[in-house]
């Protein structure tokens, strides 16, 4: 497997045969996909497996990257850790094959056996957004607010449970 550019590997030598495997370290990329991407860049590492001729199962692991944030509670800049430990997709020359899947974990395989891991990567860490961003302090200060509840929580939502 030849990394053509940072985000592209041609995968030409995994489709001749089911079952072949290889994996690959990202270190340190930059994508414009990302603007707020800090200096830190992203880090992942891929394994791939190929499920036929046509279809490559692909598994990133320990995607890490840095994200200059603002705080939704008291305004103030941040830098949000984003760490993904799994997040799987497939890879295939035929879309089509896949209509009845989610399409967002499907992506294509082009017509030189190239894929690209950079949507798929900006996926994942878009993924990891909170619903909520806040900083360090102010998660902090949200706990701590949140200890008295947290028992009461507890029963609230186990009454919610329902056996059928
Ligand atoms: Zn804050």
Redesign the pocket.
């Known amino acids: 497997m030849t990394q053509k550019s940072q985000f592209n590997i041609k995968v030409s030598d995994l489709l001749k045969e089911t079952g072949k495997q290889d994996s690959i370290d990202f270190t340190e990329l930059k994508t414009k996909n990302i603007p707020w991407l800090t200096s830190e860049w992203v880090s992942w590492t891929v394994s791939l497996e190929s499920q036929s001729k046509k279809t490559i199962q692909a598994s990133f692991t320990d995607i890490q990257c840095q994200i200059n944030d603002t705080?939704e509670?008291?305004s103030?800049e941040?830098t949000r850790q984003v760490r993904c430990d799994f997040h799987e997709v497939k890879f295939t020359l035929d879309k089509s094959q896949y209509d009845n899947e989610a399409q967002d974990e499907i992506f294509p395989i082009d017509e030189k056996s190239n894929i690209d891991l950079e949507d798929v990567v900006v996926q994942a860490i878009g993924l990891q957004t909170p619903t909520t961003k806040?900083?360090y302090?102010?998660i902090n200060k949200q706990e701590s607010d949140n200890d008295d509840y947290s028992s009461l929580d507890y029963f609230e939502n186990g009454d919610n449970i329902q056996f059928n």
């Open positions: 705080c509670a008291c103030s941040y806040l900083c302090d102010c």
